[in-house]
């Protein structure tokens, strides 16, 4: 193909994906990733504060057991949810359940969703997301059960997104209404002694060239927690200073202004919360 029409081709593309993003909210929104449903006040205000009305809440994980994908880990409601506050279900899916097809898991993971969603009196879900490390030995699977979780969803007027790690900027875009692109654990945890696995922007930048042109409409959700680990018996803790977080924000934005319309941060903790100040989160929350 000729120089040109390489140029015409991106130009389109970025035309396309710009297109779909001026379509998406310009929101706050956060994860809540434990295994009760309970806010404190300090998470309550937190909410309230940065103008968040979207929680992406983890419902279960799906991992394999006996040779079947199986549920594990699933959220327990212990208290509402808070008026004005929208959940968007999301379930973890491990890679190795997508080394090969499993009939009827799609259909049974939405139903599983909605059975939750009644139990517990959750109204007002518009969609779902799910969140899988698939690699290219997954990938085609993994597209072939987000078409059909794609498809039983939008039978329930749902929406689908996925998580978009930065290596998967690189492959084919996935089958759904949009991503939510994870800038966190970009590191090697065995160099922690070089870099921080959790963010170091020298290890983003490799992936920046994928972003202007990517054909999907990406949220961007940045790192607010720490690690804690053993390693040979010595303990190692890891958190990302503010300004990193900010340096990075600055330096995706740049390559995608979109990448400001819809923000996330992982995850709603009250640990977490108290990590960074308030100017820190105005700035990762400002679009």
């Given amino acids: 193909?000729?120089?040109?029409?390489?140029?015409?081709?991106?130009?389109?593309?970025?035309?396309?994906c710009c297109r779909q993003e001026e379509q998406m909210d310009e929101e706050n929104a956060v994860y809540y990733w434990r295994t009760e449903w309970r806010l404190d006040s300090?998470?309550?205000?937190?909410?309230?504060?940065?103008?968040?009305?979207?929680?992406?809440?983890?419902?279960?994980?799906?991992?394999?057991?006996?040779?079947?994908?199986?549920?594990?880990?699933?959220?327990?409601?212990?208290?509402?949810?808070?008026?004005?506050?929208?959940?968007?279900?999301?379930?973890?899916?491990?890679?190795?359940?997508?080394h090969e097809a499993h009939a009827g898991l799609a259909e049974k993971l939405?139903?599983?969703?909605?059975?939750?969603?009644?139990?517990?009196?959750?109204?007002?879900?518009?969609?779902?997301?799910?969140?899988?490390?698939y690699t290219s030995r997954s990938r085609s699977v993994y597209y072939d059960f987000l078409e059909t979780v794609r498809s039983e969803a939008a039978a329930h007027g749902l929406r689908l997104s996925t998580t978009i790690r930065l290596h998967q900027?690189?492959?084919?875009?996935?089958?759904?209404?949009y991503g939510v692109l994870m800038i966190y654990n970009t590191g090697d945890p065995r160099k922690f002694m070089e870099r921080n696995p959790i963010l170091d922007l020298r290890d983003v930048e490799p992936y920046l060239r994928y972003l202007?042109?990517?054909?999907?409409?990406?949220?961007?959700?940045?790192?607010?927690?720490?690690?804690?680990?053993?390693?040979?018996?010595?303990?190692?803790?890891?958190?990302?200073a503010a300004d990193e977080i900010?340096?990075?924000?600055?330096?995706?934005?740049?390559?995608r202004p979109q990448l400001r319309r819809t923000i996330l941060t992982y995850h709603l903790d009250n640990e977490n919360i108290n990590r960074y100040n308030t100017e820190t989160y105005e700035t990762i929350y400002h679009h």
């Fill in 212 to 240: 202007p042109a990517y054909p999907l409409s990406l949220a961007a959700a940045y790192p607010v927690y720490r690690w804690q680990r053993n390693i040979n018996g010595v303990r190692v803790e890891h958190e990302v």
């Fill in 169 to 177: 900027l690189a492959m084919k875009a996935p089958p759904v209404d």
């Fill in 42 to 98: 300090t998470e309550q205000a937190f909410l309230r504060q940065y103008d968040i009305h979207k929680v992406y809440c983890r419902y279960f994980d799906v991992v394999m057991a006996d040779s079947v994908p199986m549920p594990n880990a699933t959220l327990s409601f212990d208290e509402a949810v808070p008026e004005g506050v929208e959940l968007i279900p999301t379930v973890y899916i491990t890679e190795d359940c997508m």
């Fill in 1 to 16: 193909m000729k120089k040109s029409s390489w140029i015409l081709l991106a130009l389109c593309l970025l035309t396309v």
């Fill in 246 to 255: 900010l340096r990075v924000k600055q330096t995706v934005e740049e390559r």
């Fill in 110 to 133: 939405v139903k599983r969703i909605l059975q939750m969603n009644e139990t517990n009196d959750i109204i007002g879900v518009r969609e779902l997301q799910i969140d899988c490390d």
